[in-house]
């Protein structure tokens, strides 16, 4: 019988930040409330196709929740939405006239004409 150890190697996040979310992320925790942990990613059922994204403060971590931790402090993904965000890269984006999170998700299988929610 061998006694060879098997090591796991690290699963990859669920979602990639790009550098531009990343340093997002970073300015949000350098001018967030008092008491906060991180920043939170979560998919609710909202908008006329079903989910919608929601990057929001969190002041207590929840162990079900993914961690992601990047240069500017802890980002969380929610642990009931991982499976509908799993391979999705997000990004933050700004032009003259508008400002914000923008996502690049696989298992997105539609989206309503604004673009504020999809379906999986």
């Given at each position: 019988?061998?006694?060879?150890?098997?090591?796991?190697?690290?699963?990859?996040?669920a979602?990639?930040?790009?550098p531009?979310?990343?340093?997002?992320?970073?300015?949000?925790m350098?001018?967030?409330?008092?008491?906060?942990?991180?920043?939170k990613?979560?998919?609710p059922r909202?908008?006329?196709?079903?989910?919608?994204?929601?990057?929001?403060?969190?002041?207590?971590?929840?162990?079900f929740?993914?961690?992601?931790?990047?240069?500017?402090?802890?980002?969380?993904?929610?642990?009931?939405?991982?499976?509908?965000?799993?391979?999705s890269?997000?990004?933050?984006?700004?032009?003259?006239?508008?400002?914000?999170?923008v996502?690049?998700?696989?298992?997105?299988?539609?989206?309503?004409?604004?673009?504020?929610?999809?379906?999986?």
């Amino acid at each position: 019988m061998s006694t060879e150890t098997k090591t796991r190697r690290p699963m990859p996040a669920a979602v990639t930040l790009t550098p531009a979310a990343e340093e997002r992320v970073a300015e949000l925790m350098r001018n967030a409330p008092e008491g906060t942990v991180g920043v939170k990613l979560s998919t609710p059922r909202r908008g006329c196709s079903g989910l919608a994204y929601s990057v929001d403060y969190v002041s207590e971590a929840n162990a079900f929740d993914e961690r992601i931790e990047t240069p500017g402090g802890t980002f969380f993904i929610d642990g009931g939405s991982v499976l509908y965000l799993v391979g999705s890269t997000m990004d933050w984006q700004e032009d003259e006239f508008t400002a914000g999170f923008v996502f690049n998700n696989p298992n997105a299988t539609g989206s309503c004409g604004c673009g504020e929610s999809f379906t999986v």
